[in-house]
């Protein structure tokens, strides 16, 4: 019996504090083989990494994958536009949501599940900059409280 092992690549803490997450999806993700080779290595940055929807497929744009130094000259782009694989059913329902204003698709985690790479891909809201305060106080406050619980 194989075990659900998960291994985190990368996570996006930019997106937790730039946006509200409201929901959550499991994606693979159509990789080359010297790029998974470099994932398993931890060479990825998601930062500025966002999807789109163009002709019912779902597209990863702004995925740093650094070129694997042992692999061939070949080697792809390390910002190419990659294809998330989702269910039809799912990519209809993000393409509802942002139609809306002001949703986006951010991807916020990449991890190994068995042996196979996926993308946490959420439906997320944009925060204001008040929101963002409030969201760095409320932490802070919480912060403050567990460091006077530790000295008691």
Known sequence: MAKNIEKTIATNKKAYHDFFIEDTFEAGIVLTGSEVKSARLGQVNLKD???VIKNGELLLLG???TPYE?????????????KL???KAEIRKLKQKTEQKGYTI???KLYFKQALL???VALARGKELHDKRETLKRR?????????????
């Open 85 to 87: 694989l989702m269910h």
């Open 63 to 65: 995925l740093h994958i």
């Open 106 to 108: 951010v991807v916020t």
């Open 140 to 152: 802070q406050q919480e912060m403050d409280i567990k460091r006077a619980l530790a000295r008691v």
């Open 49 to 51: 990494s966002y999807a």
């Open 118 to 120: 996926k993308a946490e």
């Open 70 to 82: 042992k692999g061939s000259f070949f080697n792809p782009d390390a910002r190419r536009t990659r």
